[in-house]
């Protein structure tokens, strides 16, 4: 069969913060994809302001550069998609892994492989890609280039890989400085023998499978991911499987439920480094964007009018958490946090408040994110959202909480199914390197979440690395307490492992709530006199309502009380004399942290400009009495 020589289509997959978004800003960079005199940031394919912000890659993108080879033959078209490391996001990972004939395992030469490797392996593993290894970050002081590798070699074997598949060329790599080499340096070092990705570049054209095609057959792209522009309306990313995809034809659209449309494309565009430029053609094995088609979702094919063939539709892992979003029902909804006259007024109106617009946000999500879930709860005003993990649904709630929605949002649950007629559970397999020394805090930690240890090593530098079997229960609320316990130090990442039988009752947090009794404003004078009983939230001048969590308790049951408090005048002192200087400061829980913070019986207020904690019931008198009929049974 005919392939086209001049194209390569490789995926970049690794754990989180191994380095693929900096490898490919060095891709772009010594392919010449840029003139001399343009600024450039770091980490580029992070476009997403939330990405730069917490460092991540949260959706999947490509990228191509036109790669000359030093022999003088002809340019090569490399597409690139770069994906996320983060399993929360596996939905974009296995899309980008439908576009593509092999992929790039990224693995730091310190860290070695992990549990978000050991997922993106086994999807690639699964499509049957074959598979090029680049040990990155070989200059890390700590770095240990050879047992990296055999622990590669053993993921491949643990995950059932074949023959063909294991015998992948090995790239050593300082992608910070794009310096790639076949040769392995010592430990802690750059390679020496070379000063570019020359070598990365070479392996890429000698093992990654140019697209194979057959030319009689009829046209077939397969969509692969969505995006939107001002001008052109949805844009359609495709791969071309089969034939010709030209500007102004007329395509047979194969939607999700078989039924066929006749559509033109109005615009067709292709990816030259950054940007998108418009193009006439494209041929097999072509990534390119097609506008024109309103309605066209993920999955989907674009066929021959003539004889319409449908490509398989993208198949994703199952939800494992949810959570309840809607509307916001607090006594402080649509007011404004900052600003005065017509600012204040100007960024209240421009509140989206409204179970309908709400809803129609969380349609919209839908469309291009293929791994979440929303159903309908018994309110009007509220929607099961269903996910990967707790990180996917706090950035669609950080999301839409930046393009001005408010919103309730309640204590994250796992999704259970039914086996043999008993409730299952998801369960994560939990990895966590820490110092020696923590080992004892960190075993009990995971004794009280029911997590049992399955495998544990020291690598003689001072650290231990444990990986325990633990229900996704458990991990709601773990990484604070984590971080405190190993104070700072220690690094813990999980990953879907299965279902298992239900694990019974797990009390993660045993501390209660101190709660807001009345409406008004925290003064500090009231704030002096609780820090003794807890922990605060807020600081003096915050406004409260009643049911509002202004703190944790020192204790374990909740405890309503007054932050409104004033300091009565007398004759002798002012108000507010001698209370600011014994203040403790405030603990200010970040969206993330409310989150983990949460009990069944609280939720979070999300506004563009705070996040609060509240009972989901606010009047005390009402959560009295519901709490005496629940003793009573």
Not at 32 to 38: C, D, M, S, T, W
Not at 576 to 584: G, R
Request: hydrophobic share 35%; glycine share 8%; with cysteine.
């Amino acid at each position: 069969m005919p392939t086209r020589n001049d194209i390569r289509n490789v995926a970049i997959v690794a754990h989180v913060d191994h380095g693929k978004t900096t490898l490919v800003d060095a891709m772009l960079k010594q392919a010449g994809a840029f003139a001399a005199h343009q600024h450039l940031d770091d980490r580029m394919m992070d476009s997403n302001d939330l990405e730069r912000e917490k460092g991540i890659t949260i959706l999947a993108k490509n990228t191509s550069v036109k790669y000359h080879p030093k022999d003088g033959g002809v340019p090569i078209n490399i597409n690139i998609i770069d994906t996320p490391g983060h399993a929360d996001f596996g939905g974009e990972v296995e899309r980008g892994l439908s576009m593509v004939d092999a992929v790039v395992l990224l693995v730091d030469a310190s860290e070695g492989p992990l549990p978000q490797t050991r997922f993106v392996l086994r999807k690639a593993l699964q499509a049957r890609l074959p598979v090029i290894l680049c040990i990155n970050k070989t200059d890390r002081p700590d770095s240990r280039i050879d047992e990296v590798v055999n622990e590669t070699y053993d993921l491949f074997l643990d995950l059932d890989a074949d023959e063909e598949q294991i015998e992948f060329p090995i790239v050593y790599a300082c992608a910070r400085d794009g310096i790639a080499s076949l040769t392995k340096p010592e430990n802690g070092t750059v390679p020496g023998d070379s000063d570019s990705l020359e070598p990365f570049f070479s392996t890429i054209l000698d093992h990654v499978p140019a697209p194979v095609y057959d030319e009689a057959a009829p046209l077939q792209a397969h969509v692969t991911n969505l995006d939107a522009d001002n001008f052109l309306g949805r844009i359609a990313l495709l791969r071309v499987e089969q034939g010709e995809l030209r500007k102004g034809q007329t395509v047979a659209w194969i939607k999700r439920d078989g039924t066929i449309q006749n559509v033109r494309i109005s615009e067709l565009l292709m990816t030259e480094a950054l940007t998108r430029k418009p193009a006439e053609k494209a041929g097999p094995g072509d990534i390119c964007a097609v506008a024109g088609i309103p309605e066209i979702m993920i999955g989907e094919t674009l066929a021959d009018t003539e004889n319409p063939i449908a490509l398989p539709l993208i198949t994703v892992d199952e939800p494992a958490i949810s959570m309840t979003i809607g509307t916001n029902t607090s006594p402080m909804v649509g007011k404004g946090g900052g600003g005065k006259g017509a600012d204040a007024k100007a960024t209240v109106k421009d509140r989206k408040v409204t179970a309908r617009q709400v809803k129609d946000r969380l349609e919209r999500e839908l469309i291009g994110n293929v791994s979440l879930r929303v159903l309908d709860t018994e309110r009007p005003d509220a929607w099961e959202v269903q996910g990967r993990g707790e990180l996917a649904l706090a950035i669609l709630i950080e999301t839409m909480r930046r393009e001005g929605f408010e919103l309730t949002v309640g204590k994250p649950q796992v999704v259970t199914r039914e086996v043999n007629g008993k409730t299952h559970e998801p369960v994560e397999r939990l990895t966590i390197d820490v110092p020696e020394e923590h080992m004892g805090p960190v075993t009990q930690l995971m004794g009280i979440r029911k997590g049992r240890m399955d495998n544990m090593s020291n690598h003689g530098s001072g650290w231990v690395r444990m990986e325990f079997v633990v229900p996704s229960r458990g991990l709601i609320g773990f990484r604070t307490e984590f971080l405190t316990s190993t104070r700072g130090t220690g690094i813990a990442h999980s990953i879907h492992e299965g279902y298992e039988p239900w694990f019974g009752v797990l009390t993660t947090r045993n501390n209660g709530s101190l709660v807001a009794d009345r409406s008004g404003v925290v003064t500090a004078f009231a704030m002096t006199n609780l820090q003794e009983r807890g922990v605060l939230f807020c600081d003096p001048g915050t406004e409260v309502y009643e049911g509002m969590i202004v703190g944790e308790n020192s204790r374990a049951d909740d405890m309503d009380v007054n932050i409104t408090k004033e300091k009565k005048l007398t004759n002798m002192r002012s108000s507010n004399a001698d209370v600011a200087e014994s203040i403790v400061p405030p603990r200010k829980l970040s969206l993330e942290q409310s989150l983990e913070f949460c009990r069944e019986d609280e939720c979070i207020e999300v506004t563009p400009e705070t996040v609060r904690i509240r009972k989901v019931v606010l009047d005390a008198k009402d959560r009295g009495r519901t709490a005496s009929r629940a003793k009573k049974g």
